[in-house]
């Protein structure tokens, strides 16, 4: 589903506060499977995750998704693998909103704004039946027993409750692969279960998931297919889960 | 609806809600730009409004007037010129007038005063105008006393106020009988102050101009076109004025406007890094910035527009009477006829609203073309 390959990212480069916070990572993604990269802060794992979610690119390597939707997207190779880093941005933009659907560290959610709103968000530039979103937001958010709060700003809602409408939002385009950044990192361990019960659920339904984690209980979950180490950049260890 | 609509319809509903969520702020930008260009749209209806009424009411002014000058000054006009000039071939009537300035220092005003030779103004009566009836004092019926230039009072009844179709010019206008006019400033009875001609063919005033100008080449023979000109200079003259005062106004509002439009804020700048990493392009966020633009200053457009309609039109502009109308110490109070020039709200359009929207791009297009991971690391 998504290949690495020797894949660097210097930030500031040539200037005296370059450092480099991938370096020469290679790894695959397998379709439908749960991918975790765990580390300690600093690592690189958020950095891999924004260069694989095309939020930005590379300063060397490829990285190729295969089985992606390619309306409106040049042509992928023969092997089916579209390589995405030497995109323009209006195409990264495409592959973003139509393949990944993100779930942030800190939520990212829009303040002041309705819970109902913030789940239509990513769908918006789509130009897509309003009513169709609508109820496809409100299906969401009943999904995640939220319905309640559809109509509430935001800031209004309790920590786990903010993380489900994150998850609600990055699955209103219906995306192939969700890609989260320490999901559980604001949770308690009983929200983090329910969490990773969730991505279960996910995994079921065919998706492909790649989490960055430092928390066991996302690595060590019986759940979980792959994980990476990284360390300083690099990738220091592969172990089956 | 195409898709096109309804992305930009969704992203609307998105930036008025954004709007709404800095309701303070908005609110106090808005009322300062509203009040900006409710300002400046009640000058640029109230010049208007008032050089219209000066062009109808000069509508039937003489075709041309005759004066003599002495030493470049305005000086009397002989009657024997009417008769020599009533000879001329085109010419349909001459009139003498008689008309000049009278300061009332008991009340601190001007009037214009002016001869009237109908037979229903009898002597020692005047018909005067509403402004100046408001500063006299007076009403129909009333005496009036002016003090002469032989210092001997001059006493008469008000006859008439003269109707507020013509106030504009009228306002402070003392009519009196030719007679008395004679006695109160002491004029030669072979003498008047100008010379009223009217022509059957307008086109041929500039011949006859220059035929009396040949003939008496002290006179100074002034067409209609150049008294309605210098209605136009005296009323844009004074528009300016005021427009150099508001400068000052609407030069502070810029530089609110564009801290406000021009420096997005921490969260503003994290909210487009949301936005990008959720699938919105450069152009989505631009729109959007777009959108915000456009409500604000469109929005303060429209409500300065209609509520400067209603100040100058409805409620005949109390805030410029003192500055722009009448003359001297008296303001005449008239409703003005409602009249809006395309072109001046289409300048005035450009004016508020495409600067505004372009310093709020300008920003919103800086931080939107960053790329998104900055999101993930906020």
Not at chain 1, 96 to 125: C, D, W
Request: hydrophobic share 45%; with cysteine.
């Amino acid at each position: 589903m998504i290949e690495v390959a020797n894949v660097t990212k210097t930030y500031h480069a040539g200037r005296p506060n370059a450092y480099t916070a991938v370096d020469g990572v290679s790894l695959a993604v397998e379709r439908g499977k749960l991918t975790v990269l765990k580390g300690p802060s600093g690592s690189g794992k958020t950095t891999l995750l924004s260069l694989v979610g095309c939020m930005a690119r590379p300063s060397s390597g490829r990285i190729h998704l295969r089985g992606v939707r390619t309306a409106g997207l040049p042509v992928p190779e023969a092997d089916g693998a579209l390589e995405i880093t030497s995109l323009p941005e209006r195409f990264l933009t495409e592959i973003r909103r139509a393949t990944f659907g993100f779930i942030f560290q800190h939520f990212n959610l829009i303040k002041g704004v309705s819970t109902l709103e913030n789940v239509m968000l990513p769908a918006y530039p789509l130009g897509g039946d309003p009513a169709a979103l609508r109820r496809r937001a409100g299906e969401l958010l009943e999904r995640f027993g939220l319905s309640r709060h559809a109509r509430e700003p935001i800031d209004r809602l309790s920590g786990g409750e903010m993380q489900r409408v994150a998850i609600a939002r990055a699955l209103v385009n219906d995306p192939a692969v969700i890609i989260a950044d320490e999901p559980t990192a604001h949770l308690d361990s009983h929200l983090s279960e329910a969490f990773m019960a969730l991505m279960g659920t996910f995994k079921e339904g065919g998706r492909t998931l790649l989490i960055a984690s430092h928390d066991p209980l996302v690595y060590d979950s019986p759940l979980v297919d792959a994980t990476h180490e990284l360390r300083d950049g690099r990738l220091c260890a592969k172990a089956p889960a | 609806m195409p898709g096109t609509l309804r992305r930009t319809l969704s992203i609307l509903d998105f930036a008025l809600a954004s709007l709404l969520r800095r309701k303070g702020r908005n609110a106090a930008l808005l009322a300062v730009y509203t009040l900006v260009v409710f300002v400046t749209a009640s000058l640029v209806f109230f010049t208007q409004a008032v050089k219209r009424e000066a062009h109808q009411v000069l509508a039937d002014a003489p075709g041309l007037v005759v004066q003599r000058t002495l030493a470049g000054r305005q000086d009397l006009v002989p009657l024997a010129w009417a008769d020599w000039v009533r000879g001329l071939r085109g010419v349909r009537s001459v009139r003498p007038r008689w008309w000049g300035y009278y300061y009332d220092g008991a009340f601190g005003a001007n009037f214009t005063v002016q001869a009237s030779e109908e037979a229903a103004l009898p002597a020692g009566s005047a018909r005067i105008g509403a402004g100046a009836a408001r500063i006299l004092r007076v009403k129909e019926g009333d005496l009036i006393t002016l003090r002469g230039h032989d210092n001997l009072p001059l006493l008469l009844t008000v006859q008439g106020i003269l109707s507020s179709d013509s106030e504009l010019v009228a306002s402070d206008l003392l009519l009196l009988p030719k007679e008395d006019f004679q006695t109160l400033f002491g004029l030669p009875p072979d003498q008047a102050t100008d010379l009223a001609v009217d022509v059957a063919n307008p086109r041929e005033l500039p011949t006859l101009a220059a035929k009396i100008a040949e003939r008496y080449p002290e006179a100074r023979p002034i067409l209609h076109s150049e008294i309605l000109r210098t209605y136009d200079a005296i009323f844009d003259w004074r528009g300016g004025l005021l427009v150099a005062v508001l400068m000052i106004a609407v030069l502070c509002f810029a530089i609110f406007a564009w801290d406000r439009a021009a420096g997005l804020s921490a969260e503003e700048r994290r909210e487009i890094g949301i936005l990008k990493s959720i699938g919105w392009e450069t152009s989505d966020v631009l729109l959007l910035k777009l959108l915000e633009g456009l409500a604000v200053s469109l929005t303060a457009f429209l409500t300065g527009c209609v509520l400067a309609y209603g100040h100058v039109f409805l409620f005949s502009a109390p805030l410029f009477e003192g500055a722009l109308k009448g003359w001297s110490v008296l303001y005449p109070r008239y409703r003005l006829v409602p009249v809006v020039d395309g072109y001046q709200l289409s300048l005035l359009f450009l004016l508020a609203v495409v600067p505004y929207t372009a310093a709020t791009l300008i920003p919103g297009w800086r931080a939107a073309t960053v790329d998104p991971d900055a999101a993930m690391r906020s």
